[in-house]
């Protein structure tokens, strides 16, 4: 079993969110884990500073970490707006650049699911910024209905990130599905809105589900994790992306992106 790290941007920056409910539940979301003891009044406040830094992504630290441990990871990164995802086209071709220069691919976080003319609009969008027509998507907050990967093959995507299920990868309505099987508000959020579990009570549940795809054989194993909580404001959050990290290391998993798992999916005929 190989694992496949993704990223995906969700924010940029504080200011495109003055217009809607991000920041009020950002705020929200903060007073109840404090009062609720989840987090410190440390990492409180640094949350609070973050608003006035006008910064809400962590792209440029998570690339040094990912670089650092040899972990070529995929970044999903969006062209379209909408569920509270903000930022501009230009915006977005400025972090795509980035992330590109430092040797990472790229691929689209999807806003249309389900509407075939907007899926192939952000298709073109994204592929005029990145030079190429070769990329992948995830639906933001995994949205998906029984048209969207037929959609999403007739627009022409390489593969599709999106469906939740413990299952190996497979082809589906002529695209590739690689399904998520761990997200990191899974493991810490659970089905809430704040955090529910401590570091080492998602850890574990992390490595329950890593062993349960050990046993069902799962070829590729993905694991998602938002660029935004690789921050001291997001303590559990981000130690729980690098102890998970240290602990595939120490077990010798085998680390790829979705293009390479893509590329020996062809080459062995699956």
Do not use: C
């Amino acid at each position: 079993m190989k694992i496949i790290i993704s990223h995906d941007v969700d924010h940029l920056f504080v200011n495109e969110h003055f217009n809607d409910l991000i920041l009020p539940k950002h705020i929200l979301r903060s007073k109840i884990e404090l009062f609720k003891g989840k987090i410190s009044i440390g990492e409180f406040f640094f949350r609070l500073n973050e608003l006035f830094g006008n910064k809400l992504n962590r792209i440029e630290d998570i690339i040094d970490f990912d670089i650092k441990h040899q972990i070529p990871a995929t970044f999903f990164v969006g062209v379209n707006n909408g569920l509270g995802l903000n930022y501009s086209l230009k915006k977005a071709a400025i972090a795509i650049k980035l992330i590109q220069s430092k040797g990472f691919d790229v691929g689209v976080h999807g806003i249309a699911f389900e509407n075939i003319e907007t899926i192939k609009s952000e298709f073109e969008r994204f592929a005029q910024i990145v030079g190429h027509r070769n990329f992948g998507i995830r639906m933001h907050y995994l949205r998906n209905n029984s048209n969207t990967l037929k959609y999403l093959s007739d627009a022409g995507y390489l593969f599709d990130a999106t469906l939740n299920e413990i299952k190996s990868t497979y082809i589906i309505n002529n695209i590739t599905e690689f399904p998520v099987h761990i997200m990191d508000g899974w493991m810490i959020n659970e089905n809430k809105a704040w955090q529910i579990n401590n570091l080492q009570k998602a850890l574990d549940k992390s490595k329950q589900m890593i062993d349960e795809g050990l046993k069902k054989n799962i070829d590729y194993f993905s694991i998602l994790f938002h660029d935004r909580y690789f921050s001291k404001g997001f303590r559990t959050w981000k130690q729980w992306y690098t102890q998970l990290i240290e602990f595939l290391i120490q077990n010798h998993f085998q680390f790829v992106d979705y293009k390479t798992a893509l590329k020996e999916r062809t080459q062995n005929k699956i």
